[in-house]
C-alpha cells in the first residue's frame, strides 16, 4: 500500500499530489481518475513513481497519470512528462521496452450479418497470415537494408514494396515516419532480432480483434472517421517487437556507465536518463525513432495481411469492401512538440509511456480531413470488453501535452492472474458472449483475462469528464487472435 499524506481531490476526475521540494519534487503529480480508479492506484506503487519522475530534471508544469495508470518499470504506465528541449533529458525507462507500440483501427463497408456466414472463415485466415505468439517470425523477403530503410523511411517505403498506399499514410501518426531516426545508431543484435519480426503481432496484450460499432455518441464526427452502427472494424494492436526491445535496453544497460561519469544520483535507477545534447541522448534518440518507424510499419505490413485475408475469405477485392485506416498512433514514444506551458510556447520532449496523442482541432499535425474537429484516440478494452474510439480536445492541448488514455490499465500482475485465473473461465465466457477466439497460448489468456484490468468503462468515462477526449463510439468484439 503506498500512502500519500497530501493528495487532494480537484475534482470529480482530477487529483493532485503537490510539489514537495524536500523530496526534490520538480512540479506536481496530477491524476485523472474516478474515486475508483484512484484507490486501485493506492496499492501499488503508480503514485510513487509518479512522484520520482516529478523529481527529474527539466520536467515542466506536472506530472501527468492517465485513469488507467499503473505501476511500470520506472515511471507508472500511463504516466506523461514533458522535459524542457534546450535542458531537459530523454529517458528511455520514460518510454518503456516496446517502443512505438499502439493501436490501429481498420473501417470496413461491412455488418455483422454479411460476414457471419465467413467468421470462422476469416478469423482462421488472419490467425494463418498474422504471425502471433512469444518469438513469432515471418519471411516476406525482407533484407538488413530493407530493415534499415523501413527504420529510415518508415511506411513510406513500404509503398515501394507493395504493403501499403499514399492514402494510408494520412492516417497514421507522424504521416507512417519519425524524420529523425536514424538505424546507424542501432545494435547488430536489435536488427538480427527485428529482421523476421516485421508484419508479427508477437504476445502479451498484443491482439487483434474484429468488433462491431455497438454505439455512436457523437454522430457528427463517427460520420467524419467513416463510422456507423453495425459497422465491422478491425483493431490491432502491436509494437516494435524484439528490435524495440533491444535498443531499449542498450540504452539502459549504457547509462548505467553515463550516470556514474556524470555524478547522477537517481531515486530509481530505472529512470535513468541522458540530458538533451549529450551523444548518449542523440544516439537513443535515433534510435528510438528508428524503433518508430518499425512499429508503425509493423502494423502496416500485418493490415496488408489482414485485407488480404478479408479478400480471399470473402473472394473479393480488399479496397471494394472499403477497408481503410480510421487512424493508428502511437502509445510508447517521445516526441519533440511545441505547446503552451504556462502562457508560453515552448518546445519540449514529450514523454508518453502508456499514454497516447490526442491533440486537439486545429493542430498542424493532424491529417486535414480530421484537423477541425480532433484527431481520433483509440482506446482497447481488455479481452473480451469493450473498446472505444474517442477524439482530441482543445482542453487537451493545455492540460496534457495533448495526451490521453491508452487503454484499461492492469489491476493484476501477469503472475497473478495466471495463479488466480483459469483460462477455462476466461474461454467459457468469451464463448458465451459469442467470440471467436484463436490463441496460440492458453496460459496467455489467464494473463490478459478481463479480470486483470480495469474496467475500461471507468477509464473512459473518467477521462471524457475530465474533458480532455471525448467519446465518439463504443466497439464490442466479434472475433479475438492473440500470441
Not at 101 to 117: A, D, M, S, W, Y
Not at 159 to 180: M, T
Not at 314 to 338: C, P, R, T
Request: hydrophobic content about 40%; proline content about 3%; aromatic content about 8%.
Amino acid at each position: 500500500m503506498v500512502i500519500i499524506m497530501d493528495i487532494k481531490q480537484i475534482n470529480e476526475f482530477l487529483w493532485e499530489i503537490k510539489r514537495d521540494e524536500n523530496i526534490g519534487m520538480n512540479v506536481p503529480v496530477r491524476v485523472y481518475a474516478n474515486n475508483k480508479i484512484m484507490e486501485s492506484m493506492k496499492k501499488d506503487r503508480t503514485l510513487s513513481q509518479a512522484m520520482n519522475a516529478a523529481s527529474l530534471p527539466g520536467i515542466v508544469k506536472n506530472m501527468l497519470i492517465m485513469p488507467d495508470g499503473h505501476e511500470g518499470y520506472g515511471s507508472p504506465i500511463g504516466g506523461v512528462a514533458a522535459f524542457d528541449a534546450n535542458n531537459g533529458i530523454i529517458s528511455p525507462g520514460f518510454v518503456g521496452f516496446d517502443i512505438g507500440c499502439g493501436v490501429r483501427l481498420i473501417k470496413t463497408n461491412l455488418t455483422l450479418k454479411e460476414i457471419k456466414p465467413n467468421l470462422s472463415k476469416i478469423m482462421d485466415a488472419l490467425f494463418k497470415n498474422v504471425p502471433s505468439g512469444v518469438g513469432s517470425k515471418i519471411n516476406i523477403n525482407i533484407t538488413e537494408k530493407d530493415l534499415d530503410n523501413v527504420a529510415r523511411y518508415g511506411v513510406e517505403y513500404l509503398i515501394e514494396k507493395d504493403f501499403a498506399i499514399d492514402d494510408d499514410l494520412d492516417k497514421i501518426e507522424e504521416h507512417g515516419r519519425i524524420k529523425d531516426a536514424d538505424p546507424d545508431h542501432v545494435s547488430d543484435l536489435a536488427k538480427k532480432r527485428g529482421l523476421h519480426q516485421l508484419g508479427t503481432l508477437g504476445a502479451g496484450n498484443h491482439f487483434l480483434e474484429l468488433q462491431i460499432v455497438e454505439h455512436i455518441f457523437d454522430e457528427k464526427v463517427a460520420k467524419i472517421f467513416g463510422l456507423f452502427e453495425g459497422q465491422v472494424v478491425i483493431m490491432l494492436h502491436s509494437g516494435s517487437r524484439g528490435y524495440g526491445h533491444q535498443i531499449c535496453s542498450d540504452s539502459l544497460r549504457e547509462l548505467v556507465e553515463y550516470s556514474k561519469k556524470e555524478n547522477i544520483e537517481l531515486k530509481d535507477p530505472e529512470l535513468a536518463y541522458a540530458k538533451v545534447g549529450s551523444k548518449e541522448a542523440e544516439k537513443y534518440w535515433h534510435s528510438m525513432n528508428s524503433a518508430i518507424n518499425f512499429s508503425f510499419s509493423n502494423r502496416q505490413i500485418m493490415t496488408y495481411f489482414i485485407r488480404k485475408s478479408f479478400g480471399d475469405a470473402l473472394g473479393k477485392s480488399w479496397d471494394s469492401l472499403g477497408m481503410e485506416l480510421v487512424y493508428d498512433l502511437s502509445h510508447n514514444i517521445a516526441k519533440l512538440e511545441e505547446h503552451n506551458v504556462d502562457g508560453k510556447k515552448m518546445k519540449v520532449y514529450v514523454h508518453r509511456k502508456g499514454a497516447t496523442r490526442a491533440f486537439g482541432p486545429g493542430r498542424e499535425e493532424i491529417t486535414k480531413e480530421y484537423r477541425s474537429i480532433g484527431q481520433p484516440v483509440l482506446i482497447p478494452g481488455s479481452m473480451g470488453t469493450a473498446s472505444y474510439i474517442l477524439v482530441g480536445r482543445k482542453e487537451s492541448m493545455e492540460e496534457t501535452f495533448g495526451s490521453s488514455c491508452h487503454g484499461a490499465g492492469r489491476i493484476m500482475s501477469r503472475h497473478q492472474a495466471i495463479r488466480e485465473i483459469p483460462a477455462s473461465k476466461t474461454l467459457g465466457d468469451m464463448e458465451r458472449r459469442n467470440i471467436e477466439v484463436r490463441v496460440r497460448s492458453k496460459k496467455l489468456i489467464s494473463e490478459e483475462a478481463e479480470w486483470a484490468y480495469k474496467n475500461v468503462d471507468d477509464v473512459v468515462v473518467s477521462i471524457a469528464g475530465a474533458k480532455i477526449s471525448d467519446i465518439v463510439a463504443k466497439m464490442k468484439p466479434i472475433g479475438v487472435t492473440k500470441g
